[in-house]
Each structure stands twice: as structure tokens, then as C-alpha cells.
């Protein structure tokens, strides 16, 4: 049978049933605590201090194309310089829209064949999508069905072609919040997720290969408005809650958060003001954490709980800049670097900081947020929250683009604390 034929006979079925295939036969779905052993087998991955995860997207063009897609070399280049950071777990996004993914296993498997010693794990992102997503008549209750179908599969053959790398399989990217122009229901993540522990239960994928969703947490149940059938289901079958909570998008949406500063703060130095409105930001995301917990403890679900992503903009032109909440900057993005790492650590979380590099295009080349979340710059010049392991010679002999790892601003500080600008406290009107 022709390939695409073979395909649209299958997803024709998965639609039809709502069960996982292969080939013209389906099996039924594996129990709910199918994957539940999963997590205690791989301790040193998940939960171990010693192992520093990052989400890592290397980009550096804009746009964002095929032809733009790092080369392999490039690929190398960056895994180096996460290596040196003490990085041994790197989050991806998708594995067919683009090249990236697949050369980022490719270029791993080669930094290992050239070095026994070099360690890099993957969490491979499968990226879910509603019907018409990021065009003109969206529909956000039915799925991109042969996309969907397209990604997974495209999952499936990584996972199985590096099973040395690929540890675990993510479906969606904030997939279910309802703010996110790609959405779908709980029930659309469900059905792939069972799909793919149908797989590995039938030997398709690693049987040792854990299975996700990278989700906000108020879309894991942490908001009211989210529970249902489907997401309990959900919760229950996953291997592990891979969780995004961003006191940084809180600074402006989110009253909730008292980002400027108190009325008794109002005449300490203002290092010391953004200190304290740190502390609370994240005190805020221990708490929406928390939310997601007392939403499984409700329905007698025991699941471990990781941070699938969270991070800090160093710059912005818009809500988190000036004119807004002064959020975006490179040292408050370092102080919540550091704040973000110790709880993590200290609670024994595995932490997928977002992210590795700047990447320009999310911000069309603009100094727009979405662009400057990295920790490394594009040319290469490690931010103020890495400044230390430039001086520990962390980075000696490696290069981005022909560029040697630096510090921004020649690492003087006094740089930075002079565009520090007090926290301002925006109420969002929606």
C-alpha cells in the first residue's frame, strides 16, 4: 500500500474509534497506571539536582524556515556550549515542521560516537494543533487530524531510531490553553497520548520511553475552569505532569502577582525592591504548582510534577518594557535564573529553563519579548545569569558562529543596574 494511502487509512480509523492502530488492527488502550513504573525506573533523569535540563529551540535567522534551520555543525556547536553548562536534558518542540529535531539527534549521536563521555538526553516534543490553527477560520473543536498524525508518527521513528537519546515523548505545547492561537480540547492530547502508550505497549516505541504533554498549569487542572472527564483521564495516564508556570507573562496579566513595590518598600534601594518583587514572583509560581497538586490529590491521582518551562525575558519593547511592567531585563532575568534553580533543585524538580538561545524570529527581529528569553545571546554572548561560569572558564575553546562565548556589556555590572527602572504594577484589562 502506498505510504499516504496506508496513512489516511489510518487516520481514518484513529478517528473513527478514538484507539490506537497500527497497520488495519487496533489494541485496546493500556490500563491507566500503564506507564506508572516508568518514572521509578529512571531516577537519575527526572528529579536529580545533578542533571540540568533546558528547553532548546537553536534558531538564529529570521524567519524561521527549512533553509534557516541550523546546520548540523551549528547543532554541534550549541550542544557543546549546553554541555558546558552542566546541561545533560534538552526539551524540543516539534518533528516534522522542521528539520531541527531530528539533526539535533543526529548531532548527539555524533558528539557521543566522537566522545564516550558526552551525555545529552531528550525530551522530543510532538507539536498539536486545532483545525486551520494560525489562519483564517480557526476551529478550535476539531484537531489538524493529518498534522497531528504527521508529528506523532514523526515521534514514534525518532524515538525508536535513537532510543539511546529519545528518553521522553511530549504531546503538544500548550496545547490546551485557551489563550494559545493553536489550542484543543483535553480529549484531542488524550487520544495521541493513549495512541502512543498503545505503541509502546505493542513495542512500537522504547518500552522504556516516558509519555507527556508540555502544559500551563492551569491547564493541568490548576484553574477550575479546565477540570474535566478528559483531563482527569489525562493526568492519570501520563508518566509525569510536565508543567509551564511564567511569573514574567504574571507581571502583566495577572493581578494576583504584586509586582511593584510595597508601600514600605518604596524607599529601599531599588536592587533591593526588585529583590523582593523576585521573591514574590516566585512565590507566585510555587503556588499555581501547588494549584496543579491539590487538582490531583482531588481526584486520587498520585503523578510526579516537573517544570516542563519557565524563564525571564532580558528585553522588551512593549507590555514587559518601559511603557509596561520594566519586567524584561537582563539582571532581574538573572536574579530569577538563579531563584528559579535553587527551588528546583532543592525540591529535587527537574526544570526545563526556557531556553538555550535567543531566538529572533519569535520577535519577527524586533526587541519584542518573545525573541530574548535565552540565556545565551545569538552571537554568542552568555547573559548575566551565566556570567559566573564564563569566569569559571566554563566555556573555554567554544564558539557560536565563529564567535567566543563572552559576557554581555564586557561583564561590567554596573551596566546593567544602571537601566534597572523600578517595578511598575500594570492592571491588564481583557
Request: glycine share 8%; aromatic share 10%.
Given at each position: 500500500?502506498?505510504?499516504?494511502?496506508?496513512?489516511?487509512?489510518?487516520?481514518?480509523?484513529?478517528?473513527?474509534?478514538?484507539?490506537?492502530?497500527?497497520?488495519?488492527?487496533?489494541?485496546?488502550?493500556?490500563?491507566?497506571?500503564?506507564?506508572?513504573?516508568?518514572?521509578?525506573?529512571?531516577?537519575?533523569?527526572?528529579?536529580?539536582?545533578?542533571?540540568?535540563?533546558?528547553?532548546?529551540?537553536?534558531?538564529?535567522?529570521?524567519?524561521?524556515?527549512?533553509?534557516?534551520?541550523?546546520?548540523?555543525?551549528?547543532?554541534?556547536?550549541?550542544?557543546?556550549?549546553?554541555?558546558?553548562?552542566?546541561?545533560?536534558?534538552?526539551?524540543?518542540?516539534?518533528?516534522?515542521?522542521?528539520?531541527?529535531?531530528?539533526?539535533?539527534?543526529?548531532?548527539?549521536?555524533?558528539?557521543?560516537?566522537?566522545?564516550?563521555?558526552?551525555?545529552?538526553?531528550?525530551?522530543?516534543?510532538?507539536?498539536?494543533?486545532?483545525?486551520?490553527?494560525?489562519?483564517?477560520?480557526?476551529?478550535?473543536?476539531?484537531?489538524?487530524?493529518?498534522?497531528?498524525?504527521?508529528?506523532?508518527?514523526?515521534?514514534?521513528?525518532?524515538?525508536?531510531?535513537?532510543?539511546?537519546?529519545?528518553?521522553?515523548?511530549?504531546?503538544?505545547?500548550?496545547?490546551?490553553?485557551?489563550?494559545?492561537?493553536h489550542f484543543v480540547p483535553a480529549g484531542t492530547i488524550l487520544r495521541w497520548v493513549k495512541h502512543l502508550q498503545a505503541a509502546r505497549g505493542r513495542?512500537?516505541?522504547?518500552?522504556?520511553?516516558?509519555?507527556?504533554?508540555?502544559?500551563?498549569?492551569?491547564?493541568?487542572?490548576?484553574?477550575?475552569?479546565?477540570?474535566?472527564?478528559?483531563?482527569?483521564?489525562?493526568?492519570?495516564?501520563?508518566?509525569?505532569?510536565?508543567?509551564?508556570?511564567?511569573?514574567?507573562?504574571?507581571?502583566?496579566?495577572?493581578?494576583?502577582?504584586?509586582?511593584?513595590?510595597?508601600?514600605?518598600?518604596?524607599?529601599?534601594?531599588?536592587?533591593?525592591?526588585?529583590?523582593?518583587?523576585?521573591?514574590?514572583?516566585?512565590?507566585?509560581?510555587?503556588?499555581?504548582?501547588?494549584?496543579?497538586?491539590?487538582?490531583?490529590?482531588?481526584?486520587?491521582?498520585?503523578?510526579?510534577?516537573?517544570?516542563?518551562?519557565?524563564?525571564?525575558?532580558?528585553?522588551?519593547?512593549?507590555?514587559?518594557?518601559?511603557?509596561?511592567?520594566?519586567?524584561?531585563?537582563?539582571?532581574?532575568?538573572?536574579?530569577?535564573?538563579?531563584?528559579?534553580?535553587?527551588?528546583?533543585?532543592?525540591?529535587?524538580?527537574?526544570?526545563?529553563?526556557?531556553?538555550?538561545?535567543?531566538?529572533?524570529?519569535?520577535?519577527?527581529?524586533?526587541?519584542?519579548?518573545?525573541?530574548?528569553?535565552?540565556?545565551?545571546?545569538?552571537?554568542?554572548?552568555?547573559?548575566?545569569?551565566?556570567?559566573?561560569?564564563?569566569?569559571?572558564?566554563?566555556?573555554?575553546?567554544?564558539?557560536?558562529?565563529?564567535?567566543?562565548?563572552?559576557?554581555?556589556?564586557?561583564?561590567?555590572?554596573?551596566?546593567?543596574?544602571?537601566?534597572?527602572?523600578?517595578?511598575?504594577?500594570?492592571?491588564?484589562?481583557?
Amino acid at each position: 500500500m502506498p505510504r499516504h494511502v496506508k496513512r489516511c487509512v489510518l487516520l481514518l480509523a484513529f478517528l473513527a474509534h478514538g484507539l490506537a492502530y497500527s497497520g488495519c488492527s487496533s489494541t485496546p488502550s493500556p490500563a491507566l497506571d500503564e506507564g506508572a513504573s516508568l518514572l521509578t525506573e529512571g531516577p537519575s533523569l527526572l528529579g536529580n539536582s545533578d542533571i540540568r535540563a533546558v528547553a532548546y529551540s537553536g534558531h538564529r535567522k529570521v524567519p524561521r524556515s527549512v533553509e534557516n534551520t541550523p546546520t548540523l555543525e551549528e547543532t554541534k556547536e550549541d550542544l557543546r556550549i549546553l554541555a558546558a553548562m552542566g546541561i545533560k536534558l534538552l526539551r524540543t518542540y516539534n518533528t516534522t515542521i522542521y528539520p531541527h529535531s531530528a539533526r539535533t539527534l543526529q548531532a548527539i549521536r555524533e558528539l557521543k560516537n566522537e566522545d564516550p563521555n558526552f551525555e545529552m538526553n531528550v525530551m522530543l516534543g510532538a507539536w498539536i494543533q486545532c483545525k486551520n490553527a494560525f489562519q483564517e477560520g480557526v476551529d478550535h473543536t476539531l484537531e489538524d487530524a493529518e498534522f497531528n498524525l504527521r508529528e506523532i508518527e514523526g515521534a514514534m521513528r525518532l524515538a525508536s531510531e535513537y532510543s539511546d537519546v529519545v528518553k521522553i515523548i511530549a504531546v503538544g505545547n500548550e496545547a490546551m490553553v485557551t489563550w494559545q492561537a493553536h489550542f484543543v480540547p483535553a480529549g484531542t492530547i488524550l487520544r495521541w497520548v493513549k495512541h502512543l502508550q498503545a505503541a509502546r505497549g505493542r513495542g512500537d516505541i522504547p518500552a522504556g520511553t516516558m509519555i507527556t504533554t508540555s502544559e500551563n498549569w492551569a491547564a493541568l487542572g490548576g484553574e477550575e475552569s479546565y477540570r474535566n472527564e478528559n483531563l482527569a483521564e489525562l493526568v492519570a495516564r501520563m508518566d509525569f505532569l510536565s508543567l509551564h508556570t511564567y511569573a514574567f507573562h504574571d507581571t502583566y496579566y495577572n493581578p494576583a502577582l504584586q509586582w511593584a513595590p510595597l508601600p514600605e518598600e518604596t524607599e529601599l534601594p531599588l536592587v533591593e525592591q526588585i529583590d523582593r518583587a523576585i521573591a514574590r514572583a516566585v512565590a507566585l509560581q510555587k503556588d499555581q504548582y501547588q494549584a496543579t497538586q491539590d487538582y490531583l490529590a482531588s481526584i486520587g491521582v498520585e503523578k510526579e510534577i516537573h517544570m516542563g518551562e519557565t524563564g525571564w525575558a532580558s528585553l522588551d519593547n512593549s507590555f514587559y518594557g518601559k511603557g509596561g511592567t520594566h519586567a524584561a531585563n537582563e539582571y532581574i532575568a538573572g536574579l530569577f535564573h538563579a531563584a528559579i534553580r535553587e527551588w528546583t533543585s532543592e525540591s529535587n524538580l527537574t526544570c526545563f529553563y526556557f531556553e538555550a538561545f535567543d531566538e529572533p524570529w519569535k520577535s519577527d527581529g524586533t526587541a519584542g519579548s518573545e525573541g530574548h528569553f535565552g540565556l545565551i545571546t545569538v552571537d554568542g554572548q552568555a547573559k548575566y545569569a551565566l556570567w559566573d561560569l564564563v569566569d569559571a572558564g566554563m566555556f573555554s575553546g567554544l564558539s557560536r558562529g565563529g564567535r567566543a562565548i563572552r559576557k554581555t556589556h564586557d561583564g561590567v555590572e554596573a551596566v546593567l543596574l544602571e537601566r534597572l527602572t523600578p517595578p511598575v504594577h500594570h492592571k491588564f484589562q481583557p
